[in-house]
């Protein structure tokens, strides 16, 4: 099996490309989201849908939600994540791999959560820096020989430049990502959406 990922600014975007990939045959258990769920808008979203049980900051327990993510992911939980904050996080994958290592791999390290769902180890650190920012990580698990299918539908929804984006964060003074690092706030996420809305490349 091979995985395919790909970062998008908004969780519109990754909704809409998982929705794709499912109406094209992917399994719903193959397709995994990670997304930064800071954004109270986004809270309120999957509270007023009955998805997300309880937040507490800083309790490591998951709320994990009896539906799916427009009935498009499996096993959507909610989760406190030290240098992110609130993430959603779904996906056959991702739920056997949490469950197998324990909460704690997902709520202590998202390096190791990313590499457990088969991201490249020298691309974790970028993608998780993506998701402290306000993106939603797709991971997608298929075969070999249809790869090059998921990677078409997951660039129609504009991804992010992963390599033009580093080089604007290293720009701007960053240089990995920090999990002792405090979570960005609302409008800090806002902040940083407005200027990716502004300087949008697409691979």
């Given at each position: 099996?091979?995985?395919v ?5 908004s ?7 998982i ?14 989201l ?29 709320a ?33 791999w ?13 390096l ?5 769902l ?33 990677k078409e ?7 992010v ?27 800090e ?15």
């Amino acid at each position: 099996m091979r995985t395919v990922n790909a970062l998008f600014d908004s969780l519109q975007q990754a909704q809409a490309s998982i929705s794709e990939l499912t109406a094209a045959g992917f399994a719903a258990e193959d397709v995994n989201l990670v997304a930064n769920a800071g954004d109270a808008d986004y809270a309120a979203q999957f509270n007023e849908a009955g998805q997300i049980h309880d937040v507490t900051e800083g309790v490591t327990e998951a709320a994990t939600a009896v539906g799916s993510l427009g009935g498009l992911v499996v096993g959507l939980s909610f989760f406190f994540v030290p240098g992110i904050g609130p993430i959603l996080a779904a996906g056959g994958l991702l739920t056997s791999w949490i469950t197998g290592a324990g909460l704690g791999a997902l709520t202590g390290s998202v390096l190791g959560t990313l590499a457990g769902l088969g991201v490249p180890r020298d691309q974790t650190e970028s993608y998780a820096e993506g998701i402290r920012r306000g993106g939603s990580l797709v991971v997608v698990q298929t075969e070999e020989d249809r790869v090059d299918l998921a990677k078409e539908i997951l660039h129609r929804h504009n991804p992010v430049d992963l390599a033009n984006r580093q080089l604007r964060w290293k720009t701007g003074g960053w240089d990995r990502y920090d999990e002792a690092a405090a979570p960005l706030t609302a409008a800090e996420l806002q902040a940083e959406r407005e200027r990716n809305r502004s300087a949008v490349i697409i691979e």
